[in-house]
């Protein structure tokens, strides 16, 4: 039985999967198990349909397969490497909001692949794993700083996503012992329920408990709505007015009553809709623009 299984495994396939029974092997990339009966037919069928461009990769020679974790000595140092780099995915999938879908395309598993032969790569579940481990991470850290603050402040605000869908952002604002001002998210959270003062107050002190600052806030700042202010008041908080708000309503209201300005102002609208919502009249625009050498506007 050992030699069958030998010649088997001179195949390129088995660069891109785990042995880990004598009747089961595990994709490299997708984390997929499939049956294995001394033959590759089943691993090769595997690549072609869900990772044609590594199959294609490693036959044509372009980028090295990516190969099986040691098991020598020099394993310790490799998993650090693959703790190392996985970290480092981590990190780009949180700064740059990047899906978990990431490592299944093929385009970035061969980048990587070329980058570093010798690191495999998560699986999707994997990777959310360890976006949630880092999550809980930062969160246990954060709330041992809060626990220092004497006293907290809080923003709120709702919106609604192109879907429609609405969403409730609180945000905590202290001073650390080190007299620097420190801002956290709490969380945004998806509103399903309609947008009263009561749920609105019942979610914001649900996050006020989880962050174990209920006793610590000293005021709320939210934009004027009605339900905003009450939740506040609800809450027995002092309710600041947002100053940025204001201030935008203060200045689209004095556009608004200055008829020079407000004429000149509907005017630019129609005509940036004209170039937006008509192909000749926003290529016309653009090539005058180069003409011009003119940096474009719109």
Known sequence: MEAPQKRCRKSVVWEHFHLETPNKVRCMYCD??????NN???????????????????????IPPVPRPATDTAGPS???????LDEALVDMVVKDLQPFTIVEDEGFMAFVNKLDPSYVLPSRKALKTMVT???NISKEKTMEDLKKADFVSLTADMW?????????????????PEAKLATVVLGVRRFYQTHTA???????????????????????????????ILSAQLLNLRHVPCFAHN??????????????????????RKIVGLFRSSCKAGGGHKMEQHLRHVAALV
């Not at 997929?32 to 009966?37: D, E, G, H």
């Not at 037919?41 to 372009?62: F, K, V, Y």
């Open 32 to 37: 997929r198990q499939l049956a294995y009966f």
């Open 40 to 62: 590759t037919s089943s691993m090769m069928r595997h690549l072609r349909s869900t990772h044609p461009a590594i199959l294609q990769c490693a036959e044509d020679g372009n």
């Open 78 to 84: 490799k998993q650090g490497r693959q703790r190392e």
């Open 133 to 135: 481990e880092r999550y």
């Open 160 to 176: 609604s996503s192109i879907n429609m869908d609405g969403y409730l952002g609180v945000t905590c604002h202290y001073i650390t």
């Open 198 to 228: 009561q749920h609105l107050m019942e979610a914001k002190a649900l996050l006020m408990a989880e962050w174990g600052i209920t006793t610590k806030v000293q005021c709320m700042v939210t934009d004027d709505a009605s339900n905003m």
């Open 247 to 268: 201030l935008n309503l203060i200045v689209k209201k004095a556009l608004d009553q200055t008829p020079l300005i407000n004429e000149i102002r509907q005017k630019a």
